[in-house]
């Protein structure tokens, strides 16, 4: 056996070593890197205080026994280097010893990366809960601000138009008064469901306030407001089963586009004007604002046109 075999087997298992703490490194910036979102500062503190002393904890544990390898390493290779020779018997001794120490500092690998998937898991349903709405599964208001605020910054900086939806379910309180508060909630899920499937290719969808929802779209305004048509038209054909008992809905719509010079509230206030709009003529129906008029995107029957005066926007 050729003299620096025992020197060449430990730079080889050194090198292993490093490239798995390398390795582990990466893993942790990759994956709190990926699982970081616009809402990572709504994970609550104390919850990620206790999981920052969780790491710590296991990885010194995990760094003493990397250390602990390296001494034995260390140890080995100056006893292979104070001798001109070594037998045979000493050199196979020597490779199950660091054979075994790998196999333990394998487990330990094993561990940290079970550890680590752990608390990966945990901060995403951290992160999960602080952008959802409880009820429906959507984004909250507070996560889609912050989407909204994105996307203005875009525009902003790369001239990408967006739009706003807002969505509103008609005579909701009556639903709650006339069916209960456990179909309101039956009614707020399956608006949320049909939103999902019908708004796909939408930037977000959230539970905006109430029985109101929030859209963004990329698309310009007259293509968002043939969207929110659609979406109208489908839920109109609903008919929700609670307790023996049917209950139909409608929606009524509105949608406006960034413009420039613009600032988001404006944007808000145009979509919330069209959204109005469409309460007042009656319901069922959705209106476009185009930057200085609110037009109507719903084809409507003459009969069908209610006259604004004292009409109930709920």
Same mark, same amino acid.
């Given at each position: 056996?050729?003299?620096?075999?025992?020197?060449?087997?430990?730079?080889?298992?050194?090198?292993?070593?490093?490239?798995?703490?390398?390795?582990?490194?990466?893993?942790?910036?990759?994956?709190?890197?990926?699982?970081?979102?616009?809402?990572?500062?709504?994970?609550?503190?104390?919850?990620?205080?206790?999981?920052?002393?969780?790491?710590?904890?296991?990885?010194?544990?995990?760094? #003493?026994?990397?250390?602990?390898?390296?001494?034995?390493? =260390?140890?080995?290779?100056?006893?292979?280097?104070?001798?001109?020779?070594?037998?045979?018997?000493?050199?196979?001794?020597?490779?199950?010893?660091?054979?075994?120490?790998?196999?333990?500092?394998?487990?330990?690998?094993?561990?940290?990366?079970?550890?680590?998937?752990?608390?990966?898991?945990?901060?995403?349903?951290?992160? =999960?809960?602080?952008?959802?709405? #409880?009820? =429906?599964?959507?984004?909250?208001?507070?996560?889609?601000?912050?989407?909204?605020?994105?996307?203005?910054?875009?525009?902003?900086?790369?001239?990408?138009?967006?739009?706003?939806?807002?969505?509103?379910?008609?005579?909701?309180?009556?639903?709650?008064?006339?069916?209960?508060?456990?179909? #309101?909630?039956?009614?707020?899920?399956?608006?949320?469901?049909?939103?999902?499937?019908?708004?796909?290719?939408?930037?977000?969808?959230?539970?905006?306030?109430?029985?109101?929802?929030?859209?963004?779209?990329?698309?310009?305004?007259?293509?968002?407001?043939?969207?929110?048509?659609?979406?109208?038209?489908?839920?109109?054909?609903?008919?929700?089963?609670?307790?023996?008992?049917?209950?139909?809905?409608?929606?009524?719509?509105?949608?406006?586009?960034?413009?420039?010079?613009?600032?988001?509230?404006?944007?808000?206030?145009?979509?919330?004007?069209?959204?109005?709009?469409?309460?007042?003529?009656?319901?069922?129906?959705?209106?476009?604002?185009?930057? =200085?008029?609110?037009?109507?995107?719903?084809?409507?029957?003459?009969?069908?046109?209610?006259?604004?005066?004292?009409?109930?926007?709920?």
């Amino acid at each position: 056996m050729p003299q620096n075999t025992p020197i060449f087997f430990l730079f080889l298992l050194g090198l292993a070593v490093g490239t798995g703490l390398l390795v582990v490194g990466l893993l942790l910036g990759y994956w709190f890197g990926r699982r970081a979102s616009p809402a990572g500062d709504l994970v609550n503190r104390s919850q990620f205080l206790q999981m920052l002393k969780d790491l710590s904890s296991w990885t010194s544990e995990f760094s #003493g026994d990397v250390s602990k390898y390296q001494s034995q390493l =260390t140890s080995l290779s100056r006893e292979a280097e104070s001798k001109s020779a070594l037998p045979k018997e000493r050199v196979l001794a020597w490779i199950s010893e660091v054979m075994e120490t790998n196999k333990r500092l394998q487990e330990r690998l094993d561990h940290a990366e079970e550890k680590l998937q752990q608390q990966t898991d945990q901060i995403s349903s951290y992160l =999960t809960e602080a952008r959802t709405d #409880g009820l =429906t599964g959507l984004l909250n208001r507070r996560a889609f601000d912050k989407a909204t605020r994105e996307l203005f910054a875009s525009w902003q900086g790369t001239g990408q138009v967006f739009a706003l939806g807002l969505v509103d379910i008609d005579h909701f309180k009556q639903i709650n008064d006339t069916y209960g508060h456990l179909a #309101g909630d039956a009614v707020l899920q399956h608006i949320s469901d049909t939103l999902q499937t019908e708004l796909d290719d939408t930037v977000c969808i959230a539970r905006y306030g109430g029985e109101e929802f929030a859209v963004l779209s990329t698309a310009r305004v007259g293509d968002a407001a043939a969207v929110l048509e659609r979406l109208r038209d489908e839920v109109s054909k609903i008919e929700i089963v609670h307790e023996d008992r049917v209950i139909r809905l409608t929606l009524s719509a509105g949608v406006a586009e960034i413009q420039a010079e613009d600032r988001i509230a404006n944007l808000v206030s145009r979509a919330d004007e069209a959204l109005y709009s469409a309460k007042l003529g009656g319901r069922n129906r959705v209106y476009l604002h185009d930057g =200085t008029l609110c037009h109507l995107v719903t084809r409507v029957e003459p009969g069908d046109q209610v006259a604004a005066d004292g009409a109930d926007t709920s």
